[in-house]
């Protein structure tokens, strides 16, 4: 993948993992860290570990939306986070089927449900819909 070798993206997966972890016991309330999780949502990072993240987070997917944060801030993360516009104008990839299977998973019902301003719930909806249009 990318030119990694497999121990690197096992310790990439370890790595994620382990700050999954430190996000749900300690970090969920500290906005920095929101961002720093986020930067995992990015199509830059290999479709395991985004997969890894939202699976992990699942139950508090919620919490990766910072209160207050400025709209124009929210769409520059977001636009930043999806690899492109259609395949067939800018030449971008459709993303794997593992990180459309993560995204559509995020937005199944759960305990806490993903409201329609929710970080996640957006950059799932933008990343289905790019894919779904490049489908056709």
Not at 29 to 34: A, D, I, K
Not at 109 to 134: F, H, P, T
Request: proline share 3%.
């Amino acid at each position: 993948s990318n030119g990694h070798s497999k121990d690197e993206l096992k310790a990439l997966d370890d790595f994620v993992g382990d700050l999954c972890n430190s996000y749900m016991e300690y970090g969920g309330h500290y906005p920095f860290f929101t961002k720093v999780i986020r930067l995992f949502l990015r199509h830059d990072f290999n479709a395991k570990t985004t997969s890894v993240v939202l699976t992990k987070l699942y139950p508090i997917l919620h919490v990766l939306t910072i209160e207050g944060e400025e709209k124009i801030s929210l769409i520059f993360s977001l636009t930043q986070s999806i690899s492109g516009g259609l395949p067939s104008s800018d030449s971008s990839r459709r993303d794997p089927s593992c990180v459309l299977d993560s995204f559509a998973l995020s937005l199944k019902k759960r305990d806490k449900e993903l409201l329609r301003n929710d970080y996640v719930y957006l950059l799932a909806v933008a990343v289905l819909s790019r894919n779904l249009a490049s489908s056709s």
